[in-house]
């Protein structure tokens, strides 16, 4: 991995391709959970773009996966922000889980129920759930990646298990 | 006396470990009396199960690769498009404007500079004189300018590995951007002459791009060891 990494850092796009092949199923199921479902598709493209971009800024001493999930983390999270100033999706408001945003098909099995249940948490409940409970980040982190104090992201995970336990009638 | 409302966010702390131990003590004699804590709690927990079986990976319905490949060479400035004209048959000396590029940087400017400035000279040639194209490339020539630079740049990059962590992100960044596009450039010079003995290569040019490269690793390595000294002790 290090080797394809430094490979690609000298402009090796084979090699990049590698690390694309190895990686795009990990940076595909963040876009999708914590980004627009729609765009999930179009997201992973522009993160692998701007990954390619900006391999020099990823240290050789630290593993590459996580620091391709932080890359994907930050633009996905700028584009909700650019998203939401444009057109508004998200569902306001009303403490029920979302059925304004049908793009993705229809679900099967209790897994997918899930996800389909984390597609339509209203957007901030979304971040926090997919970044706590999901990926493993503590609210501090969390905190400084949404520009929300730590209190405004625990309430918010609280908010989203609480509407994830309604929707999956667990 | 809370209420089971207030409880909701006790309940969450317990499953995520932050009750201190007189808060968990209260909440334990809570729970054994109330049957819909208990029930709240053993949700959470099914929740936190299933969550924790979601995929890690979740491969997207069709291959993104060539979409990415396609964007990778827009992004590096449309440098195929300029090294095809860094190049010219010897049976065709004419050709066609220079692309201009949407994504040039700074400094990979000077090395594209060389190249055009290459082309130009190339394609004159032989509408001014009339005779004959130029000569095919020195393959000597061309390894003798590929050794002068192997050690210095092969020194240059182990000592930017060993110092990119302490450079803050992104401070190296367009360095590297302008640095990837040299190389590309060299490795596409190169691989054209061993491919297609009827180009012509202007080893002038093909040392400026070496010389680039020299140059751009130098400031790299540079302005990582101020980073590093920068840091206070």
Known sequence: MEDLVRQARRGDVAAFEALYRSHVGRVHALCRRLGDPGRAEEMTQEVFVKAWRNLGSCPVDRPFPGWLCRVAIHLILTDNRSTRRRSRWEVSGGDSVSQARGASPAPTGLALDLERAIEQLPPGARQVFVLHDVEGYGHEEIARLLGVSAGTSKAQLHRARRLLREALGS | ?233
């Open chain 2, 1 to 233: 006396v809370r209420n089971c409302t207030e409880r909701e966010a006790q309940l969450n702390d317990l499953l995520d470990d932050l009750l201190s131990a007189d808060s968990r003590a209260e909440l334990d004699r809570h729970l054994r009396e109330c049957a819909g804590c208990r029930e709240t709690l053993a949700d959470l927990r099914t929740l936190r199960v299933r969550t924790s079986e979601l995929p890690h990976s979740l491969e997207p319905e069709r291959d993104l690769w060539p979409a990415i490949r396609g964007s990778l060479a827009r992004g590096r400035g449309g440098i195929a498009g300029v090294l095809t004209q860094f190049w010219t048959r010897t049976d065709s000396p004419g050709g066609s404007p220079v692309p201009r590029s949407g994504r040039i940087l700074a400094t990979a400017a000077a090395a594209l500079a060389l190249l055009v400035a290459g082309i130009v000279a190339i394609r004159r040639a032989p509408a001014t004189s009339g005779g004959p194209t130029a000569p095919p490339p020195d393959a000597a020539l061309l390894r003798h300018i590929e050794s002068e630079y192997l050690g210095p740049t092969a020194q240059l990059r182990a000592a930017l590995d060993r110092q990119r962590g302490a450079a803050p992100p992104g401070s190296l960044e367009v360095l590297e951007d302008n640095l990837r596009i040299v190389d590309e450039a060299i490795r596409q010079v190169r691989s054209a002459a061993d491919r297609d003995p009827d180009r012509t290569v202007d080893e002038q040019l093909f040392a400026n791009l070496h010389r680039t490269q020299f140059r751009l690793l130098q400031q790299a390595v540079r302005l990582s060891s101020q980073d590093t000294e920068e840091q206070p002790i």
